[in-house]
């Protein structure tokens, strides 16, 4: 069974600081990976994906992925209250089918 | 990104009957999913609706119950069969492009089974 892996939290961070949202996937040929924002009653929302090893930078988020670790994580600087949200690591399985499996999510909240 | 719109966007059914779910897309996507939210949940994967051809099941959905259908590139609907209180939850069609693998998901239906 492919798994992703992430802490439920809440992660719970002052307005200002520098939230760390992590993931580990087990399935080793998975390629592609991607961050979704979730609030509370509506869609998921893309935010980020990556598909090397290293950081990626898009404004205040930066995803950061290490394959032989199987672990990736989103960094939110400067974090806002809105950014308080549900935010879901979502792998795509390297079997043929290419679905995107993805992990429960992380509550950030995000303090005034 | 792919514009992408669901209908109805809310729904309150009695059991024992059905609903069907309709996803537009405002461009041609190579893959269209379904996907169910329950409360509190994360998303779990129904079904790969295929184009001209019957939908891909995951483990524990079958056809009878959500049967789908993808007439083209743009278009597909989820049926919930014969609804009970347990099929109470948000269906999200989601879609990927034609040029890349990124993933967007529609708005979602929730869907209230009384």
């Known amino acids: 069974q492919k798994e992703v892996e992430q802490n439920s939290g809440p992660l719970s961070v002052p307005e200002g600081a520098i939230a760390s949202l992590n993931c580990t996937y087990s399935?080793?040929?998975?390629?592609?990976f991607f961050w979704y924002r979730q609030y509370s009653g509506k869609s998921p929302e893309l935010i980020m994906f990556i598909y090397s090893n290293g950081d990626k930078e898009d404004g205040r988020f930066t995803a950061q992925l290490n394959k032989a670790s199987q672990y990736v994580s989103l960094l939110i600087r400067d974090s806002q209250p809105s950014d308080s949200a549900t935010y879901l690591c979502?792998?795509?399985?390297?079997?043929?089918?290419?679905?995107?499996?993805f992990g429960k999510g992380t509550k950030l909240s995000v303090k005034p | 990104s792919a514009v992408i719109s669901q209908k109805p966007s809310r729904d309150i059914c009695q059991r024992g009957t059905s609903l069907t779910i309709q996803c537009q897309v405002d461009s041609q996507v190579t893959m269209m999913f379904w996907y169910r939210q329950q409360p509190g949940q994360s998303l779990t994967l129904i079904a790969t609706a295929n184009q001209g051809s019957e939908a891909t099941y995951e483990s524990g959905f079958v056809i009878d119950k959500f049967p789908i259908s993808r007439p083209n590139l743009t278009f597909s609907t989820l049926t919930v069969s014969n609804m009970s209180p347990e099929d109470s939850s948000i269906y999200l069609c989601s879609v990927v492009g034609t040029t890349t693998d990124t993933q967007y998901f529609g708005p979602g239906t929730r869907l209230t089974v009384l």
């Open positions: 399935d080793r040929g998975s390629q592609s």
């Open positions: 979502a792998v795509r399985d390297g079997g043929s089918q290419g679905n995107l499996i």
